[in-house]
């Protein structure tokens, strides 16, 4: 399959941990990547496999089990209010292809 | 430091070609690994990636898309060209490029140029 399906929408009090999930049967053989994308804004990268790109602050997390990733933030700040995206490779590793996206409100 | 930045028409007819650039600073696409990426996003909704265009001169392209997409690299301008036919007001939207770096990731983005496709 090269769909990778993420929930809607979360909320997520100021100050608590929000765990956001990304699945598609392509998670289990390479890496996910996670973007947060601001209103008006291009995405930015927040976590490659479970590295943090520099300036990304450590309360963003990866992780992975079987066919889904996770993107746990833990310790949610106002800024981190957005719309968050996965990412991979598609199961034939020659296409990407990105999820459907998750609504976070703080 | 790599920027990008994406120039174009605004507004195209249907059944035109669209011509995006991709205008770069702070990497070669020479340097293996790197590639290119174009990506798009309709208003309201999810990120679609549309084609890579990579250090070695390959392409890859959405398989949905395939037929109307080509990319390709000005490499005296560092620009690279993303051409797509037959444009249909469903292709309305923000299209951005990306640098593709060596964790497979789009690591920086260009802050995207809107299209609208209406007769």
Redesign the interface.
């Known amino acids: 399959s090269?769909e990778l399906t993420q929930d809607p929408a979360v909320s997520v009090a100021l100050g608590q941990t929000v765990r956001i999930t990304c699945q598609g049967d392509s998670l289990r053989n390479?890496?996910t990547?996670w973007?947060r994308?601001k209103p008006g804004q291009?995405?930015?990268?927040v976590m490659?496999?479970d590295?943090r790109?520099s300036g990304i602050p450590d309360r963003f997390s990866g992780s992975r089990s079987g066919n889904t990733a996770s993107l746990t933030i833990t310790g949610a700040q106002a800024e981190d209010e957005a719309d968050y995206?996965c990412?991979s490779?598609d199961s034939t590793g020659?296409?990407?292809?990105?999820?459907?996206?998750t609504k976070v409100t703080i | 430091q790599i920027t990008l930045k994406e120039s174009g028409p605004t507004l195209v007819k249907p059944t035109q070609t669209l011509t995006l650039t991709c205008s770069f600073s702070g990497f070669s696409l020479t340097t293996n690994g790197v590639g290119v990426?174009w990506?798009r996003q309709p208003p309201g909704k999810?990120?679609?990636?549309l084609a890579?265009l990579y250090w070695n001169g390959e392409a890859?392209?959405?398989?949905s898309l395939k037929t109307r997409l080509t990319v390709t690299e000005d490499t005296s301008t560092k620009q690279v060209v993303l051409s797509m036919t037959n444009m249909d007001p469903v292709d309305t939207a923000t299209y951005?490029c990306a640098h593709r770096g060596d964790?497979?990731?789009?690591?920086f983005?260009?802050?995207?140029t809107v299209v609208t496709v209406s007769s």
Do not use: C, K, M
Request: hydrophobic share 35%; proline share 9%.
């Open positions: 090269s390479y890496q990547n973007y994308q291009a995405p930015a990268l490659f496999g590295n790109p995206y990412n490779r020659y296409h990407f292809v990105f999820g459907t996206g | 990426a990506i999810a990120l679609e990636w890579l890859t392209y959405s398989p951005y964790p497979d990731a789009f690591d983005w260009g802050q995207g």
